[in-house]
């Protein structure tokens, strides 16, 4: 399990040349993330994520805004994409112009 705090300690998992975050192991952010670049990891858990593309088993946020998502599970109040591809998509409010899911479980869309 990774814990990161803040931009500084998240920068030594940043691959310049790719513009990419890369996580082998669940990653806990405690700050609201803002990057212009894409994040890889397994299992996220963030308040708020805004990032270019986001990759991951599993997403658990309060806010996401990115481009594109890719997640086996995404379980948020609020989502903001270009595309969504989930098998499992819990969330308060979905705004997304492509959504592909296997399961969508929404209050307002």
Do not use: C, P, W
């Not at 990057?35 to 397994?42: L, M, N």
């Not at 969504?84 to 819990?90: C, D, E, L, V, Y």
């Amino acid at each position: 399990m990774i814990t990161i705090n803040n931009l500084e300690e998240m920068e030594k998992y940043y691959d310049k040349k790719a513009n990419i975050y890369t996580f082998s192991e669940d990653l806990t952010l405690m700050f609201d993330v803002d990057v212009g670049s894409d994040i890889f990891g397994y299992d996220i858990t963030a308040r708020n994520i805004q990032a270019d593309d986001i990759t991951a088993y599993d997403i658990k946020a309060y806010n996401i805004t990115a481009h594109d998502i890719k997640a086996f599970d995404i379980n948020a109040y609020d989502i903001v994409a270009r595309d969504i591809t989930a098998r499992n998509i819990k969330a308060n409010d979905i705004d997304a112009e492509d959504i592909k899911a296997r399961d969508i479980t929404a209050r307002n869309i």
